[in-house]
Antibody, heavy 119, light 110 residues
């Protein structure tokens, strides 16, 4: 069974850091672009970042560029998001999602890990 | 303010057909494939439609997608109570070099 399991969320003060992890099982992430998508409480989905299969191209939404860093370890079948200089507006459920085979849509999703940034 | 524009709400009665629209620009919907996602309350999103009108295995053929120019739509026929969910459209945006979502449409089955 294909599964993505996020971890690393929690409560942090503004300016703090967190590192999110996403462990995949039931498939190899190696061929696929991987993504982070977030959802603030009561709000819609917002794409955060993507990383291509060999980590050669990274993409970020403007609001996190320079503060967040996406990475992956194909040998460990895992995806990561290093989040620095966190802001209150970064409070959200963070989902890990794999691209589908053609790379045109998010295919499998994790259940999410909650990040709360509060003074 | 989302890059793609969806109506905030839609509704229908069981058995009816409802359509949810998604409006964008040449840089996103006009140039790239559209996908649709269903998010049931308290759950992670699920892929419903990819490449404008393709259904993954396991998604009923009651769900269909279409695209024309800079707009796309999701149609749900034979509406069921368990279709009550939030629905999101998404596409790559060439100008932003990133993925964009619509604001979501909450579907209520009356």
């Amino acid at each position: 069974e294909v599964q993505l399991v996020e971890s690393g969320g929690g409560l942090v003060k503004p300016g703090g850091s967190l590192r999110l992890s996403c462990a995949a099982s039931g498939f190899s992430i190696t061929p696929y672009t991987m993504n982070w998508v977030r959802q603030a409480p009561g709000k819609g989905l917002e794409w955060v970042s993507s990383i291509t299969s060999s980590s050669n191209v990274l993409y970020y939404t403007d609001s996190v560029r320079g503060r967040f860093t996406i990475s992956r370890d194909n040998a460990k079948n895992s995806l990561y998001l290093q989040m620095n200089s966190l802001r209150v507006e970064d409070t959200a459920m963070y989902y890990c999602a794999s691209d589908d085979a053609r790379g045109y849509a998010f295919d499998s999703w994790g259940q999410g890990t909650l990040v709360t940034v509060t003074p | 303010q989302s890059v793609l524009t969806q109506p905030p709400s839609a509704s229908g009665t069981p058995g009816q057909r409802v359509t949810i629209s998604c409006s964008g620009r040449r840089s996103n919907i006009g140039s790239n494939f559209v996908s649709w996602y269903q998010q049931l309350p308290g759950m992670a999103p699920k892929r419903l439609i990819f490449m404008n009108n393709q259904r993954p295995s396991g998604v009923p053929d009651r769900f269909s997608g279409a695209k024309s120019g800079t707009s796309a739509s999701l149609a749900i026929s034979g509406l069921r109570s368990d279709d009550e969910a939030e629905y999101y459209c998404s596409a790559w945006d060439d100008s932003l070099s990133g993925r964009v979502f619509g604001g979501g449409t909450k579907l209520t089955v009356l």
